[in-house]
């Protein structure tokens, strides 16, 4: 018997004309992510990715796993594929379903018949395919109205597809169809899930994380490549550039009065993202902060720091408060590597009495006692570049 995996769409449904980008940007994107389970063939109709295996060496537990995190998809369900006539239906029925039927009271079967040539209605197949299940598995009744499990017959183009409901998965809008963002990446709990949530609604993501070695320890930039490598299990992979704010940082401690210290410096290192955003062709840039979660993130304070770019910064978790951010961290797995104690650049100069409510003029006059400019040139020209990918393909 032959199992194949159908992923059917999210959002994608909705498009219009512009369907079929979506459609062979989601295509793309599966091949390329389902790769380490073996070779596959993809087709589409009526807003359903087909996944068939070309042979037996295929994975399919790792190929549905992989699949439930590829953007665009809303289920995902692996399911018995056979000839269009009733008599190969029910043989593959009775022989695939009883597994997935097994330790449920309840069942109803569901036909649906894509192809209106064949001669039987959907109501007509879902009886007869509900009575062969009856006769195998008399430990289980039919339940029309609330069945605690609901198996599908569909007849489509070229076959019959049997399953029993798919998982859920990953929702969202194709990796990559909606611009490119570079993600200003900490070791907090924060600013991963602000990039899974943009790559989540169709953001091709890029990182850049600001070390300041020695006061950061190198092993505090290894746990920020394993959050990026977290989030490559829904990207794919990623490029993160690093950048040394240590002279920056130094020089600060001399010039900078301590109550401007933190919004002088994330000015700084939003210029310096808008750099590597221009260099890798991103066109926005997005941060974890929340409003009003630490000082530098009062209102005042963000009006300030969005006035070192000229570049659109996004703040998807920016109403969410720190549980709802917690439990996507926790859903995508990178809480746990997110709350290891390590030192982050922004928190290694920290002043007592940093600025709420700041006023730009002031800010200004504070940022004009040091030349930031030629700092910041030799930081950039010292960037380094490390392409993150999953834990699979490394
Ligand atoms: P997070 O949990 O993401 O670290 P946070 O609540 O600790 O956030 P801050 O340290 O003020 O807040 O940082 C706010 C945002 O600035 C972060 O979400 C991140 O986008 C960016 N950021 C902070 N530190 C760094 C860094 N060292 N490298 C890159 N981006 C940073
Ligand atoms: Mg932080």
Same mark, same amino acid.
């Given at each position: 018997?032959?199992?194949?995996?159908?992923?059917?769409?999210?959002?994608?449904?909705?498009?219009?004309?512009?369907?079929?980008?979506?459609?062979?940007?989601?295509?793309?994107?599966?091949?390329?992510?389902?790769?380490?389970?073996?070779?596959?063939?993809?087709?589409?109709?009526?807003?359903?990715?087909?996944?068939?295996?070309?042979?037996?060496?295929?994975?399919?537990?790792?190929?549905?796993?992989?699949?439930?995190?590829?953007?665009?998809?809303?289920?995902?369900?692996?399911?018995?594929?056979?000839?269009?006539?009733?008599?190969?239906?029910?043989?593959?029925?009775?022989?695939?379903?009883?597994?997935?039927?097994?330790?449920?009271?309840?069942?109803?079967?569901?036909?649906?018949?894509?192809?209106?040539?064949?001669?039987?209605?959907?109501?007509?197949?879902?009886?007869?395919?509900?009575?062969?299940?009856?006769?195998?598995?008399?430990?289980?009744?039919?339940?029309?109205?609330?069945?605690?499990?609901?198996?599908?017959?569909?007849?489509?183009?070229?076959?019959?597809?049997?399953?029993?409901?798919?998982?859920?998965?990953?929702?969202?809008?194709?990796?990559?169809?909606? %611009?490119? !963002?570079?993600? &200003?990446?900490? #070791?907090?709990?924060?600013?991963? /899930? +602000?990039?899974?949530? @943009?790559?989540?609604?169709?953001?091709?993501?890029?990182?850049?994380?600001?070390?300041?070695?020695?006061?950061?320890?190198?092993?505090?930039?290894?746990?920020?490549?394993?959050?990026?490598?977290?989030?490559?299990?829904?990207?794919?992979?990623?490029?993160?550039?690093?950048?040394?704010?240590?002279?920056?940082?130094?020089?600060?401690?001399?010039?900078?009065?301590?109550?401007?210290?933190?919004?002088?410096?994330?000015?700084?290192?939003?210029?310096?993202?808008?750099?590597?955003?221009?260099? %890798?062709? !991103?066109?926005? &840039?997005?941060? #974890?902060?929340?409003?009003?979660? /630490? +000082?530098?993130?009062? @209102?005042?304070?963000?009006?300030?720091?969005?006035?070192?770019?000229?570049?659109?910064?996004?703040?998807?978790?920016?109403?969410?408060?720190?549980?709802?951010?917690?439990?996507?961290?926790?859903?995508?797995?990178?809480?746990?590597?997110?709350?290891?104690?390590?030192?982050?650049?922004?928190?290694?100069?920290?002043?007592?009495?940093?600025?709420?409510?700041?006023?730009?003029?002031?800010?200004?006059?504070?940022?004009?006692?040091?030349?930031?400019?030629?700092?910041?040139?030799?930081?950039?020209?010292?960037?380094?570049?490390?392409?993150?990918?999953?834990?699979?393909?490394?």
């Amino acid at each position: 018997m032959k199992e194949i995996i159908l992923c059917k769409y999210g959002e994608i449904v909705l498009k219009g004309l512009n369907k079929p980008y979506f459609e062979s940007a989601l295509t793309k994107e599966m091949k390329f992510r389902i790769a380490p389970a073996g070779e596959f063939d993809f087709f589409h109709s009526q807003s359903v990715l087909y996944v068939s295996p070309r042979n037996d060496e295929c994975d399919i537990d790792l190929a549905v796993e992989l699949a439930k995190k590829v953007f665009g998809i809303a289920t995902v369900a692996r399911a018995a594929e056979c000839e269009k006539n009733m008599d190969a239906i029910i043989k593959t029925a009775v022989e695939y379903l009883p597994e997935k039927l097994r330790g449920y009271k309840t069942f109803k079967v569901n036909g649906k018949r894509g192809d209106k040539r064949f001669p039987l209605t959907s109501p007509e197949i879902a009886r007869e395919v509900g009575g062969a299940i009856c006769d195998v598995m008399p430990e289980i009744d039919v339940d029309l109205i609330d069945p605690e499990i609901t198996a599908m017959v569909e007849i489509r183009e070229d076959s019959a597809y049997i399953h029993a409901g798919g998982e859920r998965g990953a929702g969202g809008i194709p990796y990559g169809t909606c %611009g490119k !963002a570079t993600l &200003l990446l900490s #070791g907090g709990i924060d600013s991963p /899930v +602000a990039g899974y949530m @943009m790559a989540r609604r169709g953001a091709a993501i890029e990182a850049i994380h600001f070390e300041s070695f020695p006061y950061t320890s190198e092993r505090a930039e290894e746990k920020v490549a394993e959050l990026a490598s977290l989030i490559c299990e829904y990207t794919g992979r990623m490029r993160m550039r690093v950048i040394s704010m240590t002279e920056i940082q130094e020089e600060m401690t001399k010039k900078i009065n301590e109550e401007y210290f933190t919004l002088l410096l994330r000015r700084s290192m939003m210029r310096l993202a808008a750099r590597a955003a221009k260099a %890798g062709g !991103a066109i926005t &840039l997005v941060t #974890g902060e929340s409003l009003g979660q /630490v +000082a530098s993130q009062t @209102m005042p304070a963000l009006v300030v720091t969005d006035s070192a770019v000229d570049m659109p910064v996004l703040r998807p978790l920016i109403g969410m408060d720190k549980e709802e951010i917690i439990t996507i961290a926790r859903k995508i797995d990178t809480f746990e590597t997110s709350i290891q104690p390590f030192e982050d650049c922004c928190t290694v100069f920290t002043p007592k009495h940093p600025k709420t409510r700041p006023e730009l003029e002031k800010v200004l006059a504070e940022e004009a006692k040091m030349d930031f400019a030629s700092l910041e040139d030799k930081a950039f020209a010292n960037l380094r570049i490390r392409e993150i990918r999953r834990a699979i393909d490394t």
